[in-house]
């Protein structure tokens, strides 16, 4: 039930030709191999398993061809009844529906991507048993992984490129459609057999990011800091960060620490030898791409792709491009060229001419009134002479983003801005330990107030877990600067999905940042056979 050659066989045992031992059960909650689906899929064994579900090996009856399987199955919120229906739990019933109508609407995203030969295509969507279903092309392709690996551990810049182009343009197309992968990784990019590579593996975002219910499903290395935490923003910039990341891996045989570990060391180990192979461009390329903070970052695939080119005047006119995209669509009816001149030229034309026609104007509407530009000057010179020196206040040992927002809500008329994040085992996390200037000193208004912000004591206390999910649990040690790792085991007295302890710890332990702890979470009840 793998690759369906001989799936009528009485005898089972292991195939002959892919070597699947068909005797092997399938993981608790999965569906029955040979359970039909809408009489038109047949299912296999499970391919791969995470928060959000199941994805399975598939038959199309019709036309007898392999297929891959998904199943919206996020067993942290839900259980399988025994006539196959997904159940969502009493108290996620409207947080289910939500995540089930993003899993359809990711579907439909998807599809409309059916044409870009790097994106694994959607055959079909369906909903059956009280969940949906997604049925992609069964590429049948190596990953990313493997196929650098089975190469010598390392690929050539000019390989990269190859295999990575068409990628950057499909992820540009994607993120513009409002599709954001957020788990691209040496797992989810795939080679196919003709040698071009395949997105594949998508998840709704949820499993992608801190801050949901579900089994949070992160990739070390490729994922940006901001898919640790429940409040930042995430989306194209942090693709771009994966596929960085992806890249430097294929080069070098290697990923990038985890973000978490790089906000205190932000280097990126390239030996001499890769980068005496690369060109001065794709390196800097990788680095911009490669920034832990946002703000940093390269934003969007399409000035990335700019940047792996070697013409790097281009970067300021696609940032330009990014700005005009942002305009309302009415300014979008600008000509490309009118007689050979850029549109910036034009544009700059065109405000100074609608600006001669508005002074001519008023000309003649002050003098019809009795005043001059003169006087017109003195009624808005007091406003300007307002402006005074800002006195700063005393922000020590506060709340930074208490403090941003009364900034940002106009009552001080500064900017804030972080200079460095800090341990500190007497302020605490996320509160203001240095401000520069200091309190009491005036700045002009429009200045900016730079502070050093402290992430906490470097020792930190594994939180309870008693009645929690892995999934709620998997937040809070995220929050707390924990790295957590999921380990299944079957247990007859704790729920599936929830926690039954730590692996080598207790609660209240204390532990140094950024430590991997492993959560003992179960897997229900073992099947008798």
């Known amino acids: 039930?793998?690759?369906?050659?001989?799936?009528?066989?009485?005898?089972?045992?292991?195939?002959?030709?892919?070597?699947?031992?068909?005797?092997?059960?399938?993981?608790?909650?999965?569906?029955?191999?040979?359970?039909?689906?809408?009489s038109r899929y047949l299912v296999g064994r499970v391919k791969s398993m995470d928060g959000e579900g199941f994805t399975y090996s598939a038959l199309e009856i019709a036309t007898q061809k392999p297929v891959k399987l998904r199943e919206f199955f996020p067993r942290a919120i839900a259980r399988r009844d025994e006539g196959g229906m997904v159940v969502p739990s009493r108290e996620h019933v409207r947080v289910f529906q939500q995540y089930l109508d993003n899993f359809v609407e990711l579907s439909r995203g998807v599809s409309r991507l059916r044409e870009v030969t790097v994106v694994e295509s959607v055959l079909d969507s369906f909903q059956e048993n009280g969940t949906a279903y997604t049925v992609y092309v069964d590429a049948g392709a190596a990953s990313l992984k493997r196929y650098v690996a089975d190469n010598g551990g390392r690929l050539s810049w000019n390989e990269v490129s190859r295999l990575f182009t068409p990628v950057i343009t499909a992820l540009s197309l994607m993120n513009a459609l409002g599709v954001s992968h957020l788990g691209l990784s040496p797992d989810t990019l795939r080679v196919t057999r003709d040698g071009s590579m395949v997105i594949t593996d998508f998840r709704i975002n949820a499993v992608h990011r801190a801050g949901g219910l579900l089994d949070l499903d992160l990739h070390p290395g490729c994922a940006a800091i901001e898919q640790y935490s429940a409040k930042a923003a995430c989306g194209e910039v942090s693709d771009v960060y994966a596929l960085g990341a992806c890249m430097l891996f294929a080069l070098t045989g290697q990923l990038p620490a985890e973000a978490a570990v790089r906000l205190r060391d932000q280097r990126l180990m390239i030996s001499r030898e890769v980068l005496k192979a690369l060109p001065p461009f794709a390196v800097t390329a990788l680095a911009n791409s490669l920034q832990i903070k946002q703000a940093e970052r390269t934003g969007s695939f399409e000035a990335f792709r700019t940047e792996l080119t070697c013409a790097p005047t281009l970067v300021d006119e696609v940032e330009e491009t990014d700005a005009i995209r942002s305009l309302p669509e009415e300014s979008m009816g600008l000509p490309r060229h009118r007689r050979s001149l850029p549109p910036v030229v034009w544009l700059i034309g065109s405000c100074a001419i609608?600006?001669?026609?508005?002074?001519?104007?008023?000309?003649?509407?002050?003098?019809?009134?009795?005043?001059?530009?003169?006087?017109?000057?003195?009624?808005?010179?007091?406003?300007?002479?307002?402006?005074?020196?800002v006195q700063v206040p005393n922000m020590l040992g506060q709340s930074y983003e208490r403090w941003q927002s009364r900034v940002e809500s106009g009552e001080f008329a500064f900017k804030l801005k972080i200079a460095s994040q800090d341990f500190n085992d007497t302020v605490d996390e996320g509160h203001i330990i240095t401000q520069e200037p200091e309190a009491g000193m005036e700045v002009q208004p429009g200045d900016t107030v730079t502070?050093?912000?402290?992430?906490?004591?470097?020792?930190?206390?594994?939180?309870?877990?008693?009645?929690?999910?892995?999934?709620e649990l998997q937040g809070t040690l995220i929050q707390s600067g924990f790295s957590p790792v999921k380990e299944e085991q079957f247990s007859d007295e704790v729920e599936l999905g929830y926690v039954i302890g730590y692996k080598d710890h207790q609660a209240g332990d204390a532990l140094e940042y950024g430590t991997a702890v492993t959560v003992i979470v179960s897997a229900g009840p073992e099947e008798s056979e």
């Open 354 to 389: 609608t600006l001669v026609i508005l002074i001519i104007i008023a000309s003649r509407w002050l003098g019809s009134q009795g005043m001059s530009f003169g006087d017109l000057g003195q009624i808005f010179e007091p406003a300007q002479s307002q402006q005074e020196p």
């Open 451 to 471: 502070v050093t912000v402290s992430k906490g004591s470097t020792t930190r206390t594994l939180p309870e877990f008693s009645g929690a999910s892995f999934a």
């Open 1 to 38: 039930m793998n690759c369906f050659s001989s799936y009528r066989a009485a005898d089972g045992g292991v195939c002959q030709v892919c070597g699947w031992d068909n005797t092997k059960p399938q993981p608790p909650g999965a569906l029955k191999p040979e359970t039909e689906l809408v």
